[in-house]
């Protein structure tokens, strides 16, 4: 149905294999159908495989495969899960965050559209290991065909017994609902999704407490990423050696990348973490024109310059010593024709529009920048405004409850810091840029 | 409670008491001007203003966080503005982003002067100004101030009529939620959301529903700016030109607590000119309702300002006279206290008696019907100082005073407005020949009373009251009264002590308040001063009424 | 005729006080235009010039300001005469009269000409004094009296139970018992030179010796400033300090009390003038010390010009006095056409109005101008050695009556010429210093006047001792 | 922190005073002189019939500025009377049926008998409506009452009365030139 550039992919790539953890079923014809995934081997560790393990076993066997969060934090998922309180009582809820919202990220959307089992073994896996009765899939709203797909794996999970009461014959049972986001960004923070799921408007909670502690329902409460989730199997199979055998030692695993922009063939690829960048650009058919910069992580990371993506690898340690991310593997090079400043402005606005409007920094602070950027992109720009669209990030970078700020903020800021010249170009566009900046001062006031 | 731990604020050592919002710690015991705009200390917290930002000593080094919704902990290390730079300058951004769509219009906001939004511009702010018209959200809507929300559809407006009592200026709104809050946790009545996102998100009721609950005008005053307004108030005054004492609820048994806010400068002589909550967390919290909240406008109407005598009016001096000589021919007299007038004046109501010997009676008590407590600021009960009179001694026998009417011939009503209880049973009084009245309004008892002498109203007079919880709580007088020549309950029934052999001779509300406490013991070591502005507990041995919860 | 010539003396002795209160109460309201004028000459404004009396003709008078003296009597006069409710009634009223008798009583020792010595036909010789009343301890009778003013002050601020009266009156009363002890120390080193307290003693002694401005200098400047002081004026008018004290002790007082008080003050002004003018400008005497005369028979002489001089040359005298009378006048009426061009800055139709009246005053000033130029001309010309009556008394020839009478005249004019030479100097000082501060007036007064004055004294004391 | 004046060093002459004196006298005689023979002009004028052009900044009566309605510019802020240090100013407000202008005065009267023409009012108005520029520095009354003025008669003054070349104030409402301005406003050309 959904015809993406990059299929068919190499299975091999400069005579290495490429991983094919989480993309396996994807060229699969009917994969997403219960019968096709099971002949690939979906569902092969819901028996004994996995219920004979207790559950710190499992905690433990996440822990040291080093998976770490897809959804763009990078949190450790094994850490996320021993954090969960034992024995309070309460019960716990498993969320999948199947909200994507990044721009620039569609391989959750994939995922479920071409694998849905396996994810839903994922869950299994994990609510089997943090004991949970009932989980979430928490799909963005806009995403009618993924939802039908996962409603109809779900059913026929159900129909064989794979979900329910005493999935596979043991004493684990697990329901699993999907619930339809009404396509709110924020609602991709784990507790703005969490407040989404329980009938509240869409907006983060104060931490603490952490959803770990008090999340759904005032219940200990995971909320993973698809992909993470979708690794789980995996690991469960092939062990956490198995599943360190591709990646770096920091960075253990492979990882989906949505890349887009100036590139011949985007699409959604599945490589080990540490590739380098160029090399992943050759990967995808190489680049179109001359490499200006590349958004490295989705558009809420800080940009890198051409020389930084020549440099950087695909994994959280070499992006964040470029004080960037990794994210949630949406790439976007761009090339030399790309006009910055009005790229900037798209995803200023972007944010502008998605900032839910609780904290006073972010909820005014994306709409000032985006304003001034209108303005500069328009021509209208002062000598000063750069600065102030720099400054005001700065003032609403880390001052939120969530982490939607800084996400907003450091675009904004990288883009300035290193594309500068050509706002300057567009402030110096506007002819009397220097006389508008001292009519601030001579403006009457209130002219009522 | 005495137990307190020791947190570092800028350096310094602090003792401040556990697990308390560090806001609170801040600005009390480590004496640092904490700004904030959603938290409220009656509220809960939010957190979604961040100009209470501290940084505070985490596992990974300095972090953010905000001091309204971090807790106090042994060896906390916290940095405020005062050494920290960072501080000072996120803070300046966060002033920044709230102006930003805020308007500059506090000349014609009647919030102006009691603002929080410009006591913490002065104190954090920018102070040079880099806005210009383009950034502000309303340049995409148009020149009636509104906005266009995410869907294109106008919103926002300088004057948008919430409720029957509540006026909503949009553009002022700094989304703090605290009314969002208050209705929903307070008032348990959600009327009020925040609808939209980002900058564009707006306060609103749902889709055709007033804002409309006894306690909405509340929402005005915890409002940081000037967004709600309340309708009574409206233009009304600037609020630097008044000046308020602090007095209770008179209507109610809670006994709320407020403050009178009056101007008596400028040629329009003195009138009051609104009520206020006054915050006391063991009576009434932050809240009164908007029934007491109006009660100041009785305060200059249908006043009884001078005497009446034989169906005629006189000078309160010749009323006065007419009475004593009305109680010194007297057989029997019957007097009657009022749960609605201050404990020292009912204890001036006894101490007449007294001199008048064996001729008087006491009675006490009302007939109007008492309600429900609503569990905010209001016990439900009309007659707010009926526990006062109860501990004076007082009983409630008003059945026994219509059962032998006949018996006297002289009636004296202090402030007890009989009729409008039940014109039916006090009917019955008017087989006493010489019925006396003394009221701060021209009221029923007054129109059936031969002689009636005015006095100073609630707000007029200085004196104590106790509440259905048993908490004697302190009126003050505000200087405006409609006529100079009235005088409180306590002393006009001093005045017609003349008629006895040894008149009383009190000079002030404080003999009355010595008489009372001669005549209640549970009164015993209470002075003024120890009242306060914040009451005091009397032992509740001879309670009869059943406390009724403070607010939530 | 005869009687009158007869009782001569009589008739001039009752005359006298009439004649000589008539001419200070004419003097008195020239004083105080001389002040307003003269404040405005010195401070660059034109000064009075709105009050004026419509005459036909469309003239209107307006006499220099002269017009003001007159609405400012009947404003005073007829203006409610408010007693202050919280005054002692007696004393308040009685305050503003003492300064005024005192005033009054002052000139009636002072010598206003050479006594008149006449010897009628068929009566006895006659000598009229110059005084009105001829005390030879006039002088001190003078201080006497003169120290009586400050009463005035003082039960006037008292009574009038304000505080600022009272603190008027008192710095004024402590101001002026002060600077009597250096105005009697002051005038003790010329006493000792003339030997006499009589005020005409006094200006004869002036006459044959010198003025007493040129034998007591120092004694002159003390005198001058303790009269500064005695009289209120600035720079010693602590009294009124209108920036501390609102008017000082006449705050509460009005109408014709208050021009009681004022009136007093021109009046010592006046006086004070009169008797500087008397006690070291040689009061009535034409000239400073006795003239040399080259053309004597042994050479030089020296020639006393003193009364018996001024009779012997009537003629001469009195025509030159009219001479210098014209000439002022003609300076007068240069003043006029001087300031009819100050006015230039004016509406067309209120200049016409002015060069009406400035050539009227103008005009008169000429005639008057050439009218005494003329009498003194011929006076000079056509007279010639005065008539003897052939009787000669006290070593001097005595003259007919009318020759008294005119010499009489004509040394009033030089007193009155002297006085106001010294009030203007009053005047002239007001608008130059600023007003001392209390201290500094008292520091003034006790340390420095009365150690100079002692001082004085001993060295003038020293020097008669050794000269004779 | 007050200010410290030095005394100024005066030499021995000065000390003694009395040499300055004389000084001081010669001054004013000086000037004496000059005004009785030479000066033909004094710099004062002769008041009423001749008057000095008030300066433009002269603080004379109060004018209450107007929209092009006609109605007052003021929007009763109080901000006027607050900063009053006379407290002169009595406003009594009421909600305009305009919802651009919100706030209006029903009342608006000034006691000029308390006025101590200090202009504090005019600059504390934040939107321009009172002025002192009426050059009416003189106002007489038979009581007291007169010197109230009110609302009505603070806006009685005709627009010829002020100078056509007082652009601020002819853009401002009320003024000749507001409609260009508004135009000019409303196309975002105003600077």
């Known amino acids: 149905m959904t015809t993406l550039h990059g299929f068919p992919q190499p299975t091999h790539w400069k005579g290495k294999e490429l991983p094919r953890i989480l993309s396996g079923l994807f060229q699969v014809e009917n994969g997403h159908t219960l019968a096709v995934a099971k002949q690939h081997g979906v569902y092969g560790t819901i028996g004994p495989m996995l219920f004979d393990k207790s559950q710190l076993e499992l905690i433990e066997l996440v822990k040291d495969s080093g998976l770490r969060g897809r959804g763009g934090a990078g949190f450790p998922t094994g850490m996320k899960w021993s954090f969960v309180p034992r024995g309070t009582g309460k019960p716990v809820y498993l969320v999948i965050n199947a909200d994507e919202g990044e721009p620039g990220t569609f391989k959750d959307r994939l995922c479920m559209t071409r694998d849905p089992h396996l994810l839903i073994e994922g869950m299994i896996i994990t609510g089997y290991a943090l004991g949970v009765r009932t989980a979430y899939i928490y799909v963005r709203g806009e995403m009618l065909p993924q939802i039908t797909r996962l409603n109809d794996a779900i059913k026929e999970a159900y129909d064989a017994g794979l979900l329910g009461e005493n999935i596979g014959g043991s004493q684990y049972s697990l329901d699993i609902y999907v619930h339809r986001g009404a396509g709110a960004y924020i609602c991709g923070e784990e507790t703005g999704l969490i407040n989404s799921l329980e009938g509240f408007k869409g907006q983060p909670r104060l931490k603490p407490p952490f959803p770990a502690v008090s999340g759904a329902f005032a219940s200990p409460t995971v909320v993973n990423n698809v992909e993470t989730i979708m690794a789980v199997p995996y690991i469960l199979k092939h062990g956490a050696k198995g599943y360190r055998a591709f990646g770096t030692d920091k960075s253990p695993g492979s990882k989906l990348f949505s890349i887009s922009g100036d590139i011949v063939k985007p699409g959604v690829y599945e490589v080990p973490l540490g590739m380098s960048y160029m090399e992943f650009f050759e990967l995808c058919g190489g680049l179109k024109g001359e490499l200006l910069g590349c958004i490295p992580g989705g558009s809420s990371a800080p940009v890198l310059s051409a020389d930084e993506t020549r440099k950087a690898t695909l994994d959280y340690e070499s992006l964040a010593s470029l004080k960037s991310m990794l994210g949630s593997g949406a790439i976007t090079p761009f090339n030399t024709t790309t006009d910055v400043p009005k790229f900037l402005q798209t995803i200023a606005r972007f944010y502008a529009h998605e900032s839910c409007g609780q904290c006073t920094p972010c909820r005014e602070g994306t709409g000032y920048v985006d304003r001034v950027l209108d303005k500069v992109v328009d021509g209208q720009g002062r000598d000063g405004d750069i600065d102030l669209i720099k400054d005001l990030a700065d003032s609403y970078e880390w001052t939120t409850i969530c982490a939607f700020a800084p996400g907003a903020a450091w675009p904004v800021q990288s883009f300035i810091a290193k594309y500068r010249e050509h706002f300057q170009r567009y402030i110096d566009k506007n002819p009397d840029h220097a006389a508008a900046r001292d009519l601030v001062t001579q403006r009457p006031g209130a002219f009522w | ?552 | 005729m005869d009687f009158l010539v007869l009782n001569f003396d009589i008739i001039l002795t009752l005359l006298k006080p009439v004649l000589i209160f008539a001419l200070l109460f004419q003097v008195l309201p020239l004083l105080v235009l001389a002040e307003r004028r003269g404040a405005a000459i010195i401070q660059d404004r034109p000064g009075p010039n709105r009050a004026a009396i419509s005459l036909p003709g469309g003239l209107k008078l307006r006499g220099f300001g002269m017009v003001f003296n007159i609405a400012d009597a009947v404003k005073l006069l007829f203006k409610e005469s408010f007693t202050a409710p919280f005054a002692h009634k007696w004393w308040y009223i009685l305050a503003p009269a003492i300064p005024v008798v005192t005033a009054i009583l002052t000139p009636a020792v002072l010598p206003w000409f050479a006594p008149i010595v006449h010897k009628p036909d068929g009566g006895a010789l006659q000598v009229v004094s110059g005084q009105i009343f001829d005390a030879n301890v006039g002088l001190l009778l003078l201080f006497a009296i003169g120290s009586l003013s400050v009463y005035g002050v003082v039960l006037g601020s008292w009574a009038s139970n304000s505080k600022f009266s009272l603190l008027g009156g008192l710095r004024a009363s402590a101001m002026m018992i002060s600077y009597e002890v250096s105005m009697g120390l002051s005038v003790l080193g010329l006493i000792l030179l003339v030997g006499d307290f009589s005020l005409t003693r006094i200006v004869e002694w002036q006459t044959y010796h010198a003025w007493g401005i040129f034998v007591q200098p120092v004694g002159f400047f003390l005198f001058l400033i303790s009269m500064f002081a005695e009289c209120n004026r600035n720079p010693f008018d602590v009294a009124e300090g209108e920036s501390e004290l609102v008017a000082g002790f006449h705050t509460e007082f009005a109408s014709s009390k208050f021009m009681l008080f004022m009136t007093a003050e021109y009046l010592h002004v006046l006086l004070a003038s009169v008797l500087i003018a008397t006690l070291y400008l040689g009061g009535y005497s034409l000239a400073p010390f006795p003239l040399p005369y080259p053309f004597g028979a042994q050479g030089v002489e020296w020639v006393v010009i003193d009364t018996a001089w001024i009779q012997a040359h009537l003629g001469h005298v009195g025509g030159a006095m009219l001479i210098i009378g014209g000439l002022t006048m003609l300076f007068l009426s240069h003043l006029v056409t001087v300031h009819k061009r100050a006015y230039a800055a004016q509406k067309p139709s209120d200049l016409a109005e002015r060069a009406k009246e400035s050539a009227l005053f103008a005009g008169l000033f000429m005639f008057l101008a050439f009218a005494m130029v003329a009498g003194g001309l011929f006076a000079i010309v056509a007279g010639g050695p005065t008539p003897l009556s052939g009787v000669i008394h006290e070593a001097k020839p005595v003259y007919p009556l009318w020759v008294g009478i005119t010499t009489a005249v004509i040394q009033l004019h030089i007193v009155l010429g002297k006085t106001l030479v010294v009030a203007w100097l009053f005047i002239w000082v007001r608008w130059t210093l600023p007003r001392f501060r209390y201290d500094q007036i008292m520091a003034l007064g006790w340390k420095i006047m009365i150690n100079i004055a002692l001082v004085n004294l001993l060295v003038t004391a020293l020097i008669a001792k050794l000269v004779k | 922190m007050a200010k410290i004046v030095p005394r100024p060093n005066l030499s021995f002459w000065e000390q003694v005073y009395f040499v300055e004196i004389f000084k001081g006298l010669a001054t004013t005689m000086g000037h004496a002189i000059r005004n009785l023979t030479g000066q033909t002009k004094f710099p004062t004028v002769s008041y009423p019939e001749v008057q000095y052009d008030l300066p433009r900044d002269y603080r004379a009566r109060h004018r209450l500025m107007k929209r092009p309605d006609g109605s007052p510019r003021c929007v009763a802020c109080f901000m006027c009377s607050t900063a009053c240090p006379a407290r002169c100013i009595n406003i009594v407000a009421e909600e305009a049926p305009d919802k651009h202008i919100e706030k209006r005065p029903v009342r608006f009267e000034i006691d000029l008998l308390l006025c101590v023409f200090c202009g504090y009012c005019v600059e504390a108005c934040p939107c321009d409506a009172i002025r002192m520029d009426t050059k009416l520095a003189v106002m007489a009354g038979d009581n007291r009452a007169d010197f109230v003025v009110n609302k009505e008669s603070l806006m009685e003054w005709k627009p010829t009365d002020y100078p056509a070349d007082d652009t601020q104030s002819q853009k401002a409402p009320g003024g000749s030139l507001h409609a260009q301005a508004l135009d000019e406003f409303k196309s975002g050309t105003y600077h």
């Not at chain 2, 511009?121 to 995410?150: C, I, N, P, T, W």
């Not at chain 2, 809050?181 to 348990?188: E, I, T």
């Not at chain 2, 006894?350 to 010997?357: F, K, M, N, Q, V």
């Open chain 2, 1 to 552: 409670m005495a137990d307190t731990i020791t947190i570092n604020v800028d350096g310094k050592d602090v003792q401040v008491p556990p697990r308390t919002q560090l806001i609170e710690a801040l600005r009390g015991p480590a004496n640092t001007e904490t700004p904030a705009f959603c938290y409220h200390q009656d509220l809960k917290v939010a957190g979604n203003c961040r100009i209470c930002l501290v940084e505070t000593e985490g596992p990974r080094g300095w972090a953010l966080g905000i001091s309204c919704h971090l807790q106090t902990a042994p060896g906390l290390k916290v940095r405020t503005q005062v050494s920290s730079d960072k501080i000072v300058k996120l803070r300046k951004g966060v002033m920044e982003f709230l102006l930003v769509n805020h308007p500059l219009d506090c000349p014609i906001c009647d919030k102006a002067g009691e603002c929080t939004l410009q006591e913490h511009y002065m104190g954090q702010g920018k102070h040079e100004s880099r806005l210009d018209d383009a950034v502000g959200k309303q340049y995409k809507g148009g020149a009636d101030h509104r906005f266009l929300d995410s869907k294109g559809i106008e919103r926002g407006g300088k004057k948008i009529d919430l409720g029957p009592s509540i006026v909503l200026d949009q553009e002022r709104c700094i989304i703090c939620t605290r009314c969002v809050r208050f209705m929903s946790d307070v008032a348990k009545s959600p009327q009020l959301d925040i609808a939209g996102r980002g900058d564009h998100a707006y306060l609103t009721t749902f889709p055709d529903e007033p804002l409309n609950h006894e306690y909405d005008l509340n929402t005005a005053d915890i409002c940081p700016v000037g967004a709600l307004t309340g309708k009574h108030f409206r233009f009304q005054q600037r609020v630097w030109m008044l000046k308020s004492v602090e007095s209770i609820d008179p209507s109610d048994s809670l006994g709320a607590n407020l403050t009178i806010d009056y101007n008596n400068s400028g040629s329009e002589g003195g009138k009051v000119w609104r009520l206020m909550p006054r915050r006391n967390p063991d009576v009434n919290k932050s809240w009164i309702a908007n029934r007491t909240r109006l009660l100041y406008q009785n305060l200059a109407v249908n006043r009884l300002t001078d005497g009446k005598k034989a169906g005629g009016d006189c000078t309160i001096e010749d009323a006065t006279i007419a009475a004593v000589a009305a109680l010194k021919g007297a057989k029997r007299v019957a007097i009657v206290a009022s749960g609605h007038l201050t404990t020292e004046d009912n204890a001036a109501v006894l101490a007449l008696a007294e001199a008048l010997g064996g001729k008087a009676e006491v009675f006490g008590g009302s007939w109007l019907t008492v309600g429900k407590a609503d569990g905010i600021a209001l016990s439900g009960d009309p007659v707010a100082n009926r526990k006062g009179v109860e501990l004076l001694g007082i009983k409630d026998n008003l059945d026994e005073l219509v059962a032998k009417a006949k018996d006297f011939d002289v009636l004296l009503v202090a402030g007890n407005d009989l009729w409008s209880a039940s014109a039916e049973k006090a009917a019955k009084l008017e087989v006493i020949p010489t019925r006396i009245a003394l009221s701060a309004w021209v009221d029923a008892t007054v129109a059936k009373a031969t002689i009636a002498i005015g006095i100073r109203a609630w707000a007029e007079v200085r004196g104590s009251m106790v509440n259905c919880n048993g908490r004697v709580q302190l009126l003050q007088a505000c200087p405006v009264v409609p006529n100079s020549q009235l005088e409180a309950a306590w002393s006009v029934l001093t005045a017609l002590s003349k008629a006895a052999a040894k008149p009383l001779t009190w000079a002030s509300e404080v003999d009355a308040w010595k008489s009372a406490q001669a005549r209640g013991s549970a009164f015993a070591g209470m002075t003024y001063r120890s009242i306060g502005p914040m009451g005091q507990q009397v032992a509740l041995s001879t309670t009869t009424v059943q406390p009724v919860a403070a607010g939530v």
